[in-house]
């Protein structure tokens, strides 16, 4: 299922807290994700204002008894869309767990018109080519899948093979579907495609400014593997040999799948 991550231009922009849900039950009218019943051992979504009511009531209290100030506990119970940039989305749902039991849930959501893919990039002799990439968020050189966010109009095989030229700088005339994965279920609710795409061609890369891509490596079925096990490769980094980690999720699910399918 597509989610769409982007406000319709007919809603209210939020700054700071919702005064009111007006803009979050338009929000999950738009994205039309499925409520759930916790009677069938589902995290159900509450919709009803008066039951949202007394479940930031039951969450404000329950946080307060934590050991949580007043304030605290009643900025942290509020229910609707906490806060929202040009990139982000983050609410916060009333839901009943498994057993009825009362409470909140958050989640984020990517504000683009269009799903991320990834792709494992496969040369003709059978090598796998991975990014070395300085990642922002863990700090630290990462190897990873190319991948990224799709753009309008393009479908999600388009958007894997133009991250593969964009940034490595090579070709893949077509991809195979490997199937989809979940980065972090219990926090962001992207579901991401993963393909398989044998290069073709080398070309010149023409990544973002904001990508810190060192190079790109390629390596053996068997050398990934024990790097998975091991959780890092050795390779030249600034003159000198580095473990640099091999845990991305990304590459593991794909790994898996291509020799599941007989592909690698």
């Keep these: ?5 982007v406000f319709l231009a007919t809603l209210i922009t939020i700054v700071g807290a919702a005064e009111t849900k007006d803009n ?14 916790f009677r ?15 479940i930031e009531e039951i969450q404000k209290k329950r946080l ?3 050991g949580f100030s007043d304030e605290e506990a009643v900025q942290s119970s509020k229910i609707g869309i906490v806060s929202e940039d040009i990139y982000w989305i983050w609410i916060r749902d009333a839901v009943y767990f498994p057993k009825g039991v009362p409470g909140t849930y958050d989640r984020l959501m990517w504000k683009t018109e269009g799903r991320g893919a990834a792709v494992l990039p496969v040369l003709a002799n059978g090598r796998v080519v991975l990014n070395l990439n300085f990642r922002h968020a863990t700090r630290s050189w990462e190897l990873e899948l190319p991948r990224g966010i799709g753009k309008k109009g393009e479908t999600l095989e388009q958007t ?6 964009e940034e490595t700088g090579l070709e893949a005339d077509s991809a195979v579907f490997l199937g989809e994965m979940v980065p972090d279920s219990g926090t962001i609710c992207s579901i991401v495609p993963i393909y398989l795409g044998r290069v073709s061609k ?12 060192a190079d790109i490596l390629s390596f053996s079925k068997e050398e990934l593997k024990k790097g998975l ?12 040999k580095q473990k640099v980690p091999l845990r991305d999720s990304f590459t593991a699910f794909a790994i ?8 690698l």
């Design 160 to 165: 894997a093979l133009r991250e593969l030229k």
């Design 24 to 37: 979050y039950f338009a929000f999950l009218e738009m994205i039309q994700q499925p409520n759930g019943n």
């Design 256 to 263: 898996l799948q291509a020799e599941l399918r007989k592909l």
């Design 64 to 66: 307060i008894q934590k």
């Design 1 to 5: 299922m597509q989610l769409i991550y």
């Design 229 to 240: 096990l091991d959780g890092y490769l050795e390779v030249p980094l600034n003159g000198n």
């Design 40 to 54: 069938q051992g589902e995290i159900e979504v509450v919709v009803d204002p008066a039951e949202i009511a007394k």
């Design 202 to 213: 080398q070309g010149l890369s023409d990544r973002e400014y904001s990508e810190a891509i």
